[in-house]
């Protein structure tokens, strides 16, 4: 298996463009998980999925943000509109238990 | 509120010594424990991981440590080879899908 893929590596937008990001599972895992990195405050969990039904999105900082599961290979987490401190990092994980995840190796979004 | 801690943002060791890094955590209701390595420009990768109901998990060059009571665990890497600089992640969930992160450490191995 590949692991998890995510698009794109890297992503600069101007402030209040839509951007969107997107994430493919392991093949069998059934949940899956948006993380953001920042400096300030490390990996925190935005939303999580399992058997694509989001569960807890309280991680979601504002309604600019948003994620779609519309099946189990596919996910996306859309911005919109931008601003400059969205930018991070951006890693989708997925799992097949509870414990370990795995990672995608992240989105790099600059808002400029 | 961090509830996963990583006092010791790096760490650096010279190669073929002990690498130990610790981590501290605030939720009792955690039960398990895992540690993730990250190089960069990579996702983290999963490393070890660690139930309540043990102490100790080895795992090759890699052993981690929990005291319950103290609510601490700690990774020890031994012997320290240069492939281990990386920045390391402590996580704790309640056993449900939440992982909580520590701030990581970033570890240096010198020839």
């Known amino acids: 298996d590949a692991g998890v893929i995510q698009s794109p590596r890297h992503e600069v937008t101007e402030m209040g463009q839509e951007v969107t990001l997107r994430c493919k599972p392991i093949s069998g895992h059934n949940s899956l998980f948006w993380y953001r990195q920042t400096m300030m405050r490390g990996l925190e969990l935005l939303i999580y999925f399992n058997n694509n039904v989001p569960i807890d999105d309280s991680g979601m900082p504002e309604d600019r943000f948003s994620a779609k599961m519309p099946n189990a290979s596919f996910s996306t987490l859309k911005i919109q509109p931008s601003e400059p401190r969205d930018s991070a990092v951006y890693f989708c994980?997925?799992?097949?238990?509870?414990?370990?995840?795995?990672f995608g190796q992240g989105t790099r979004l600059t808002v400029v | 509120d961090q509830q996963v801690k990583q006092n010791s943002p790096s760490l650096s060791v010279q190669e073929g010594r002990i690498s130990i890094l610790n981590c501290d955590y605030t939720n009792s209701m955690f039960d398990y424990f895992l540690w993730y390595k990250k190089y960069p420009a990579e996702g983290p990768t999963f490393l070890i991981s660690?139930?309540?109901?043990?102490d100790k998990n080895e795992d090759g060059r890699f052993t981690v440590f929990l005291n319950k009571s103290a609510k601490h665990l700690s990774l020890h890497i031994v012997p320290s080879q240069p492939g281990d600089s990386a920045v390391y992640f402590c996580?704790?969930?309640?056993?449900?899908?939440?992982?909580?992160f520590g701030a990581g450490t970033t570890v240096t191995v010198r020839a």
């Open positions: 660690i139930s309540s109901i043990k």
């Open positions: 996580a704790a969930s309640a056993r449900d899908y939440k992982l909580s």
């Open positions: 994980a997925s799992s097949y238990s509870v414990g370990e995840a795995f």
